[in-house]
């Protein structure tokens, strides 16, 4: 059993930076890959980035490349995700999840079903 809870979000104009965090307590230490989901209104769920277990692998949708970065720190069990350049488009309720590998999670698969309750995005025009 793993408990996430995200942290960091807020309204921003464009162009500006947030730092999303996601503290991990329960069965993590590693045990899983990481990942930020996002989902904006009337939109499905999406995959934003995932990071391997031991941080040395990274994946991101197409659309942050260059912008979003992932990160994790294992000895605080927590998950960063520092956005630069937001654009409205990234406006959306961001979800930090655990998964069996960082590749299956960018393609919406090995998901374990942990989810934290969300941080609210919204960046303005």
């Known amino acids: 059993q793993v408990q996430l809870v995200e942290s960091g979000g807020g309204l921003v104009q464009a162009g500006d930076s947030l730092r999303l965090s996601c503290a991990a307590s329960g069965r993590t230490r590693?045990?899983?890959a990481?990942?930020?989901?996002?989902?904006?209104?009337?939109?499905?769920?999406e995959f934003v980035a995932s990071i391997s277990r031991?941080?040395?692998?990274t994946y991101y949708v197409d659309s942050?490349?260059?912008?979003f970065t992932i990160s994790r720190d294992n000895v605080k069990n927590t998950v960063d995700l520092r956005m630069n350049s937001l654009k409205?488009?990234?406006t959306a309720v961001y979800?930090?999840?655990?998964?069996?590998?960082a590749q299956a999670m960018s393609i919406m698969k090995g998901l374990m079903g942990?989810?934290?309750?969300?941080?609210?995005?919204?960046?303005?025009?």
């Open 30 to 32: 590693s045990t899983y």
């Open 34 to 45: 990481m990942g930020w989901f996002r989902q904006a209104p009337g939109k499905e769920r």
């Open 54 to 57: 031991d941080g040395g692998i």
């Open 64 to 67: 942050v490349k260059g912008r």
């Open 88 to 90: 409205p488009e990234d």
């Open 95 to 101: 979800y930090c999840a655990a998964g069996t590998t």
């Open 114 to 125: 942990y989810w934290g309750q969300g941080t609210q995005v919204t960046v303005s025009s």
